[in-house]
């Protein structure tokens, strides 16, 4: 079945570092865009970053951009977000998500309802 694990959370002070990790099975993820996205306590959930299954383009939240990086190993089934100069307010549960086979593009990227499969989510807190 299909499955989503993440991992890599923890606790870091501002301005660190964190990779999380995204491991995939029970499909291949070469066919499929990949998204993250978080949930602060009291907040909806939003996306932060996603990579297409074609050519890799990658999107980003503009509250990340510059300092999150998206990339994705085929091989490993395995898609990864290195978070850089984290800031409190980065603190959530952090989730990836598979984006449903013919979705594609920005359109719409960050809509949770494009994305049919969610992990169970990894915490991250940015606190001195």
């Known amino acids: 079945q299909v499955q989503l694990v993440e991992s890599g959370g923890g606790l870091v002070q501002p301005g660190g570092s964190l990779i999380l990790s995204c491991a995939a099975s029970?499909?291949?993820?070469?066919?499929?865009?990949i998204g993250w996205f978080r949930q602060a306590p009291g907040k909806e959930r939003e996306g932060v970053s996603c990579?297409?299954?074609?050519?890799?383009?990658?999107y980003y939240a503009d509250f990340v951009k510059g300092r999150f990086t998206i990339s994705r190993d085929n091989a490993k089934n395995t898609v990864y977000l290195q978070m850089n100069s984290l800031k409190p307010e980065d603190t959530a549960v952090y989730f990836c998500?598979?984006?449903?086979?013919?979705?594609?593009?920005?359109?719409?990227?960050w809509g949770v309802g494009q994305y049919d499969y969610w992990g169970q989510g990894t915490q991250v807190t940015v606190s001195s």
């Open positions: 998500a598979r984006r449903r086979a013919y979705e594609s593009g920005s359109y719409g990227v």
């Open positions: 990579i297409s299954k074609a050519y890799g383009t990658t």
């Open positions: 029970g499909f291949t993820l070469d066919y499929y865009d």
